[in-house]
Nanobody, 111 residues
Framework: QVQLVESGGGLVQAGGSLRLSCIVS????????MSWFRQAPGGQRELVAA???????NYRAAVKGRFTISRDTAKNTVSLQMNELKPEDSGVYFC?????WGKGTLVTVSS
């Protein structure tokens, strides 16, 4: 059974940092496209960052230069390093691989 399990969310002041991790278990290729999405209260789920099988990376414009997505193929994990956090970065962050979603981890950035 495939599972994506996120961790690392929490409460942080504006300007602070958090590192999210997603552990992938089950029969997902270790080189599948892996993505982070987020959803603010009352908002739509939006793509934050994605890393493709060829290691090409895409970021949402609002997070470029502040967030870094990476994968550790040996450990089947994908991480999202988030620096210079802003209140508008708050929301539930979800790990995604085609066909699969994690349950999310809550990030709250106070002003």
């Amino acid at each position: 059974q495939v599972q994506l399990v996120e961790s690392g969310g929490g409460l942080v002041q504006a300007g602070g940092s958090l590192r999210l991790s997603c552990i992938v278990s089950g029969s997902i290729s270790s080189v599948s496209t892996m993505s982070w999405f987020r959803q603010a209260p009352g908002g739509q789920r939006e793509l934050v960052a994605a890393i493709f099988p060829d290691n090409e990376i895409n970021y949402r414009a609002a997070v470029k230069g502040r967030f870094t997505i990476s994968r550790d193929t040996a450990k089947n994990t994908v991480s999202l390093q988030m620096n210079e956090l802003k209140p508008e970065d708050s929301g539930v962050y979800f790990c995604h691989s085609p066909g699969y979603w994690g349950k999310g981890t809550l990030v709250t950035v106070s002003s």
